[in-house]
């Protein structure tokens, strides 16, 4: 395991807690409170410093300020709202990779979990284990640039068996607002608009099929005025783009159709790329080289237009919108396939990069998970739950300023060093510091994804 300790290549606390101090101040500002001002910082410290766990007690402990109680009564007890800290994420998130190229993913993690008293603690699918088991799922938005990710909203699922016990809510203290049903998208589309209505600027949503398959999740997008791309199930019903709604021919007898229906049926994903031209494509370098792999696309109607009798084959969908149909065969054999509402004359390559940009969260949730404790915190409320998931996306955000500025410290020393070496001689003055300052968080690898 990786922790923070080598993210910030073993220097001591002293050397980046008055770094931290004076990036933190916006947030701290917006704290007012002085003992909170002051637990901020030193939480975030913990999740970033060495150690295994990185939940109060160990933390506290390895700060040896014996402030435990302190600690513990911030993140789990104190009365403050935490959505002025939640704005001044975006806004960092923002200046730091926010852009029209930016992207914004859209996924969720499981943290296992034992017992059944931890908020929204359940038997659910956990998509990091591949299988069924006991945790909590969060919904994450990650904004990212150029290879560069920032975790901005984490926000709790809560499944039928906790919405559906008000006692047990109130038990743990989940707000009143977040008591009603609201499926992982909907929670979604609720982040996407908070970090929209802040300012926060982003090219493409990207989801996977979990996200995917939901129609009201992609048509909410749509007429959010949003550009997207997401997987879906290769059963998903699509029609041809060239689908026309008709009048159906009625027998003499019969009652007079009062709705026109498509001239044709819709047909899976799979079925409709079957005949599709593949074509190899690599989108960018990995590992162990170029990334690629065989992509097909062509232009489709979604199945999702409301619902209606067709014929004697039942109620289908009617066609819904233009979009792009896109298929992925993988060096294994195996086929993925995607929707995207990206303009008509958007090239393949265009398309399979964009498809495979959502990389980028999976290993920001590992980095959360592995570097920062995001899975450690062992309180069972709501709050101290989001406030722990906020604090690990606060030190998540800082490790990524600091890895940015000594991105730009290199780059500057190249352009200096090649201006040198241009005019025909070496600079006389020594080395200095900064051009030797360690990143703040390593490289993310690029993994063959």
């Given at each position: 395991?990786?922790h ?7 220097l ?17 500002d ?33 700060l ?27 806004n ?20 296992p979990k ?72 909907e ?46 199930p ?95 065969q ?57 406030r722990h998931?906020?604090m ?24 200096t060093?090649?201006?040198?070496k241009?005019?025909?001689g ?19 690898q690029?993994?063959?994804?």
């Open positions: 395991m990786t923070g300790w080598s993210a910030l290549g073993g001591t606390m002293v050397d980046w807690e008055d770094e931290l101090e004076r990036w933190l101040k916006p947030f701290l917006r704290l007012g409170h002085k003992t909170r001002q002051r637990m901020c910082p030193l939480y975030v410290a913990g999740l970033i410093g060495p150690g295994d766990r990185k939940s109060v007690q160990p933390m506290a402990e390895r040896a300020t014996g402030n435990y109680d302190q600690l513990h009564h911030f993140i789990a007890d104190g009365v403050w709202d935490a959505t002025p800290l939640e704005s001044e994420l975006l960092q998130a923002d200046r730091l990779v926010g852009g029209k190229d930016a992207v914004l993913v859209i996924d969720d993690t499981a943290m034992k017992g059944e008293r931890s908020v929204g603690v359940a038997a659910q699918y956990a998509s990091a284990l591949g299988k069924t088991a006991n945790c909590q799922t969060l919904v994450s938005l990650t904004l990212a640039r150029g290879e560069v990710p920032v975790m901005i909203a984490l926000r709790l699922f809560l499944p039928e068996s906790w919405t559906n016990d008000t006692p047990r809510l109130k038990r743990v203290g989940v707000p009143v607002e977040y008591r009603t049903p609201r499926s992982k998208p929670i979604a589309l609720a982040e996407i608009d908070r970090a929209m209505a802040a300012g926060v600027r982003f090219g493409c949503v990207l989801a996977d099929a979990g996200y995917g398959l939901s129609a009201p999740f992609r048509q909410g997008l749509t007429t959010r005025g949003l550009a997207w791309a997401v997987g879906i290769r059963h998903l019903k699509v029609y041809p783009v060239g689908v026309q709604l008709i009048w159906p021919i009625t027998k003499v007898r019969g009652r007079p159709r009062k709705r026109h229906v498509p001239d044709i049926l819709s047909i899976a994903a799979e079925d409709m790329l079957a005949s599709a031209k593949w074509k190899t494509v690599s989108w960018r370098n990995g590992t162990k080289g170029r990334l690629k792999a065989r992509f097909a696309a062509i232009r489709v109607r979604t199945a999702d237009g409301p619902p209606q009798r067709i014929w004697d084959k039942g109620q289908q969908h009617l066609p819904g919108d233009e979009a792009w149909l896109i298929g992925e993988r060096a294994s054999g195996e086929k993925k396939y995607y929707l995207a509402n990206l303009p008509a004359a958007t090239n393949l390559r265009t398309l399979a990069a964009t498809i495979k940009a959502r990389w980028i969260c999976e290993q920001a949730h590992q980095q959360l998970k592995e570097e920062l404790g995001l899975d450690h915190f062992e309180g069972r409320s709501w709050q101290g739950l989001h998931a906020l690990t996306m606060i030190a998540y955000a800082f490790l990524q300023h600091r890895r940015l500025a000594q991105a730009r410290r290199k780059k500057k020393n190249q352009r060093s090649a201006s040198a241009l005019a025909g070496t600079p006389r003055h020594r080395r200095s510091h900064s051009a030797t300052a360690i990143s703040a968080m390593p490289i993310l690029k993994t063959n994804t």
